[in-house]
């Protein structure tokens, strides 16, 4: 068997475990190079493999109304989008899902009594007794989903004025996450670290910076 029809089957069946809705939403594309894309419906991730079956990145659309078509209203539209794009991101990694059923009963006793005079006659008067129950049954799901991301950038944003709709691509990839990291380690390294303090808590001593512009 040969290794592009393997990576093949393993994208299919990554595709089926992942649920009844991605496997009949989703599609594979086999690349010149050997990789393989796998995309999940209109709106949602698309997964770039290598062709060592490595992930080379990971891109998520989204599309949102526009009520206005002005350009407030679609870059505000646009930065609903982008946030939504990454949190189909979040969502493809992990999620958490959750179902609860409440059960409820209530019982009411209810005592009712009417007093009837007519004139010249002696007043009757009546009770009544009443007992009212009363159950109910609430399901409730939810879903959860929270994590970070490093190296999101902007792929593509735009506009239809056919449909007023906005969509936002973001998406990360191994060069966007090495880059990320790099630029993080390298702020990192410039911050003063006191470690020989008195205290051991890596506490700054005090100081005064001041400007050397005089005409100000």
């Known amino acids: 068997m040969k290794r592009s029809h393997v990576r093949f089957v393993a994208v299919v069946a990554f595709a089926m475990l992942c649920g009844p809705t991605l496997a009949a939403a989703g599609s594979v594309d086999e690349k010149v190079d050997g990789g393989t894309v796998w995309q999940a419906g209109v709106d949602g991730v698309e997964v770039e493999w290598n062709g060592d079956n490595s992930v080379k990145r990971i891109s998520s ?12 209203g679609i ?12 949190a189909a991101i979040v969502r493809f990694l992990e999620q958490s899902v959750s ?16 007093q009837e005079r007519k004139t010249g006659e002696k007043a009757t008067a009546q009770k009544v007794d009443q007992r009212v129950m009363m159950e109910s049954l609430t399901e409730v799901t939810t879903s959860f989903a929270s994590g970070k991301l490093r190296g999101v950038i902007i792929l593509e944003k735009g506009y239809d004025d056919k449909t007023d709709e906005a969509w936002v691509v973001v998406g990360i990839s191994d060069k966007t996450i090495k880059a990320a990291s790099g630029v993080k380690a390298m702020t990192d390294e410039r911050k003063p670290v006191r470690t ?11 100081e005064v910076r001041r400007s050397n512009q005089k005409d100000w």
């Open 99 to 114: 179902s609860t059923r409440v059960t409820a009963e209530m019982q009411n006793d209810l005592n009712h009594a009417t």
């Open 196 to 206: 020989d303090g008195p205290d051991g808590l890596g506490k700054q001593p005090s």
């Open 61 to 72: 659309r989204f599309s949102t109304p526009v009520e206005f078509g002005d350009r407030r």
């Open 75 to 86: 870059s505000k539209a646009q930065i609903i989008a982008e946030e939504k794009a990454k």
